[in-house]
């Protein structure tokens, strides 16, 4: 079953404006990861939160994590048009000694140049 | 970080037909996942291949509809068998790659096979 929601389903911005997608899980993780999907593609990975971690940079990119209340977010900086694509969280929970992500609905970002 | 390739990338079957995907990954790498994307959906998990045992299914989803085949540590096919309209999706394949930024096992996928059946 999915293990996280999240929220918005749809965000539409302008450019350069901030995006900020919520994640929603249930039970306790390992890992949080985001992952985006271009329209007609596979997902890449976008950056990795591990539980005892609250927060993250990658150039653009801030997640964090609140294992109490089991959510965390996605916020991207200075939008642009190309970062249009949809948004998937995904919980780590061990499977048979890995570690196999679960994924959320996603949320679907349109950037507007 | 590995490099997949899938296909087909789409293509339109008939009902009662079926439709084998390939996977193949530029490395070895001991598990590979298939994962299907209904229309505006989130990714499930179908089943995880390991070289030289069978397939682990996920709940809902069995053998006789969705077999796999992984003969050897690049490559693997999951077949789509008596098709119908509600196996319309995006069928993903996926591999676990080290990210040494992360620190930790994440996911690279294949581009996706699109199947519309009619």
């Known amino acids: 079953s999915q293990q996280g929601e999240e929220d918005p389903q749809a965000l539409s911005i302008q450019e350069g404006e901030n995006a900020t997608m919520n994640c929603s899980y249930k039970t306790s993780i390992n890992n949080l990861q985001w992952y985006r999907q271009n329209s007609g593609r596979g997902l890449v990975h976008l950056i990795l939160i591990r539980s005892n971690e609250r927060e993250k940079h990658s150039g653009r990119l801030r997640v964090t994590l609140d294992t109490s209340k089991k959510s965390s977010s996605l916020l991207i900086t200075a939008s642009r048009a190309a970062d249009t694509a949809s948004y998937f969280c995904?919980?780590?929970?061990?499977?048979?000694?890995?570690?196999?992500?679960?994924f959320g609905r996603g949320t679907s970002l349109i950037v507007h140049p | 970080s590995a490099v997949i390739s899938q296909k087909p990338s789409r293509d339109i079957c008939q009902r009662g037909t079926s439709l084998t995907i390939q996977c193949q990954v530029d490395s070895q790498v001991t598990m590979m996942f298939w994962y299907r994307q209904q229309p505006g959906q989130s990714l499930t998990l179908i089943a995880t291949?390991?070289?030289?045992?069978?397939?682990?299914?996920e709940s809902g989803f069995v053998i006789d509809k969705f077999p796999i085949s992984r003969p050897n540590l690049t490559f693997s096919t999951l077949t789509v068998s008596n098709m119908s309209p509600e196996d319309s999706s995006i069928y993903l394949c996926?591999?676990?790659?080290?990210?040494?930024?992360?620190?930790?096992?994440?996911?690279?996928f294949g581009a996706g096979s699109r199947l519309t059946v009619l």
């Open positions: 995904a919980t780590a929970q061990a499977s048979g000694g890995s570690y196999i992500p679960t």
């Open positions: 291949a390991n070289q030289g045992s069978e397939a682990t299914y």
């Open positions: 996926s591999v676990e790659v080290w990210d040494s930024s992360a620190g930790a096992n994440v996911l690279t």
